[in-house]
């Protein structure tokens, strides 16, 4: 079956950077778009990033542009997301998302704190 697990989630200060992994398997990963989104504490889960099936496409949320970059490798079967320039507001458990499927990963924390 599908199984996601993300990694690379931690404490950072503000203005730090972090890269998120997602580690891809029991379905064909290069045949999927993938999406990254987050849920902050007390809302709702928001869309972060989406990347095409060969990752020639790609979108961000306003909130995040010019600071995230959504990547994969997909002879790896993994997804990423750099962040840079990261903020407090940046603060939720980050979750890998395969659109088509529905299917969801168990989240990394990350923490954007002085």
């Known amino acids: 079956q599908v199984q996601l697990v993300e990694s690379g989630g931690g404490l950072v200060q503000p203005g730090g950077s972090l890269r998120l992994s997602c580690a891809a398997s029991?379905?064909?990963?290069?045949?999927?778009?993938m999406s990254w989104y987050r849920q902050a504490p007390g809302k709702g889960r928001e869309w972060v990033a989406n990347?095409?099936?060969?990752?020639?496409?790609?979108n961000y949320a306003d909130s995040v542009k010019d600071r995230f970059t959504i990547s994969r490798d997909n002879a790896k079967a993994m997804l990423y997301l750099q962040m840079n320039s990261l903020k407090p507001e940046d603060t939720a458990v980050y979750y890998c998302?395969?659109?088509?499927?529905?299917?969801w990963g168990q989240g990394t924390q990350v923490t954007v704190s002085s």
């Open positions: 990347i095409g099936s060969i990752g020639s496409s790609r």
């Open positions: 998302h395969v659109p088509r499927s529905g299917s």
């Open positions: 029991g379905f064909t990963f290069g045949s999927y778009a």
